[in-house]
């Protein structure tokens, strides 16, 4: 028996990310048959989101120049940092 009804079971992984631009661009996309957008954040420089993989979240597309902290270490992101 559900002990707390209409509550979901958190357990996903939290990836953070961190603006180093104005404008990044962060896109939530689905799970499923059928891969598609669900969500879009922009965040300016200094900003800084928490997110959390679900049932309904299987992957984020970030753009720009961005700081993405995950369990596995920190990913830089952007064009800059290609030949690094």
């Not at 079971?9 to 957008?37: C, H, N, P, Q, W």
């Not at 200094?46 to 993405?68: C, N, P, W, Y």
């Amino acid at each position: 028996m559900d002990q707390n009804p209409g509550i979901e079971e958190i357990s996903g992984d939290y990836v953070v990310v961190r603006a180093l631009e104005d404008g990044v661009t962060i896109i939530g996309l689905t799970r499923g048959k059928d891969t598609k957008f669900h969500h879009t954040e922009k965040l300016d420089s200094g900003e800084v989101m928490l997110f959390q993989f679900t049932e309904h979240t299987s992957a984020m597309k970030i753009r720009g120049k961005a700081d993405i902290y995950t369990k596995f270490g920190i990913v830089k992101c952007g064009k800059e940092f290609l030949n690094e």
